[in-house]
């Protein structure tokens, strides 16, 4: 069983959808990132959290500590949305560990 | 771009050639990494150096060499590599205990 399990690992939403993709951990952690890759290959940072919840545009990230838990959303979900959207935790000192990535199609 | 330039962005090699792979950050960032994304896996972490020196090596392969000459450049140099070391080799950089990991935008490399 991975340390990090990603779901679903499919989204295929229409143009507006609130869309979630989320990430269960099963290690202590020090910080929670999710990053976006597009099919070119490049990967962007969109947070790290380590507690509560973060904003920014129309992307919302929640973690819950204790359950051990973190949730991406999207609201109002655009075609250039659709990428992969993957979850890593920070364990010890800067080691990263990732899920399998959720791969997300937003249809027009 | 990121602020973490990866060159050259595809590779073809051959199983008995000598290549390497550059990454330059300057973000003033005093940790690197090498990672490995192959077909369907998650990334898996290859190699960390904090502060120039490899604090990390994840039971990498001696047929890849990581060079760190200073906090600004990273280099994976490959030699007689394997088919199945085909896939998307990403280098990040952060600031120790920090976090806030930037991203480069890979190498694609088909080992042929």
């Known amino acids: 069983k991975n340390e990090v399990e990603q779901s679903p690992q499919n989204l295929t939403a229409q143009e507006g959808e609130f869309i979630t993709i989320n990430c269960s951990y099963s290690?202590?952690?020090?910080?929670l990132h999710w990053l976006q890759q597009h099919p070119g290959g490049g990967i962007v940072s969109l947070f790290m959290?380590?507690?509560g919840k973060k904003k920014h545009g129309r992307l919302i990230a929640t973690i819950n500590i204790q359950e051990k838990h973190s949730s991406l959303h999207i609201t109002a979900s655009h075609p250039r949305d659709s990428a992969v959207y993957i979850c890593?935790?920070?364990?010890?000192?800067?080691?990263?560990?990732f899920g399998e990535g959720t791969q997300l199609t937003v249809n027009p | 771009e990121t602020g973490v330039t990866q060159t050259p962005r595809h590779l073809v090699m051959g199983m008995t050639n000598k290549k390497s792979l550059k990454c330059e950050q300057h973000?003033?960032?005093?940790?690197m990494y090498w990672y490995k994304q192959s077909a369907k896996k998650p990334l898996e972490l290859m190699f960390v150096?904090?502060?120039?020196?490899?604090?990390e090596n994840n039971s990498v392969p001696s047929r890849f060499s990581p060079e760190c000459p200073n906090s600004s450049h990273l280099f994976l140099h490959l030699h007689t590599l394997q088919p199945e070391d085909s896939a998307l080799y990403l280098c990040?950089?952060?600031?120790?205990?920090?976090?806030?990991?930037?991203f480069g935008s890979g190498t694609r490399l088909t080992v042929v």
């Open positions: 990040a950089s952060s600031q120790v205990l920090q976090g806030g990991y930037t």
């Open positions: 890593a935790v920070q364990t010890s000192g800067s080691r990263l560990t």
């Open positions: 959290l380590s507690s």
């Open positions: 290690v202590g952690i020090s910080a």
């Open positions: 973000l003033g960032h005093n940790a």
């Open positions: 150096y904090n502060f120039k020196e490899q604090t």
